[in-house]
């Protein structure tokens, strides 16, 4: 049985020609792509991948669908949007004009939940690893998609060893704050399509609808 030969070229990203491009999209090429980020070249190539529905009787189904991916990682994986824009002009366009719906999409979630935030509501934070911490913030501006908050203190409650039930107070703005550097000021947030803000990498803030929050500490 006779096995197709699939030629095998090393390119530069930018020199990758359409007719390179159409081969490699047929399955008559592979593409080792030299990028200027990447240490080592990427190899392109259209893949199979086939499935088999099992049906009652023994019936058997096969089903092949072709992909067009890079392998990076040890593992094969779909175009990066700058192998895509080279190897397929119109998958290219077509995935940037759902990045852009998904965009518009998300911004005018995030106009809604804005919208829905005023100067004095309270956010309320809950983190933390083996223990849950919790902090309060007071929205004290808006401008558009943006609040800026300041901690707030809280009065505490204990429910049991080691663990208790909190509650913010506001207007009563701490001097200093573990999570904000200048609570004086505050810190400027934008609001995500969700309705939360982001007080700092590991922590989020979520709108305070009243009533205490659990938190626990860890000796």
């Known amino acids: 049985m006779n096995k197709t030969t699939i030629d095998r070229v090393f390119v530069a990203l930018e020199d990758v020609t359409e007719d390179v491009a159409a081969r490699v999209r047929a399955g008559e090429l592979i593409a080792d792509v030299a990028t200027p980020k990447a240490h080592l070249p990427q190899t392109v190539a259209l893949r199979t991948y086939k499935t088999i529905d099992v049906y009652p009787g023994g019936r058997r189904e096969i089903h092949e669908e072709k992909k067009l991916e890079v392998f990076k990682n040890g593992r094969w994986e779909p175009l990066t949007n700058q192998l895509l824009e080279k190897f397929d002009h119109e998958a290219h366009a077509a995935r940037m004009r759902k990045a852009a719906e998904r965009k518009a999409k998300s911004a005018a979630k995030a106009n809604e939940a804005a919208a829905e935030i005023k100067v004095g509501d309270i956010f309320h934070s809950n983190w933390g690893y083996e223990q849950t911490n919790c902090e309060f913030y007071q929205v004290v501006a808006k401008s558009s998609q943006y609040v800026t908050v300041r901690e707030?203190?809280?009065?505490?409650?204990?429910t049991g060893y080691m663990s208790g039930n909190v509650t913010p107070r506001p207007g009563d703005f701490l001097e200093s704050s573990f999570?904000?550097?200048?609570?004086?000021?505050g810190k400027r947030c934008k609001v995500?399509?969700?309705?939360?803000?982001?007080?700092?990498?590991?922590?989020?803030?979520?709108?305070?609808?009243?009533?205490?929050?659990?938190v626990s500490s860890y000796a």
């Open 179 to 185: 999570t904000i550097r200048d609570n004086m000021h």
């Open 192 to 214: 995500s399509p969700w309705g939360s803000i982001r007080i700092n990498d590991v922590i989020s803030a979520w709108a305070w609808h009243g009533g205490s929050v659990g």
């Open 152 to 158: 707030i203190g809280q009065d505490y409650e204990a």
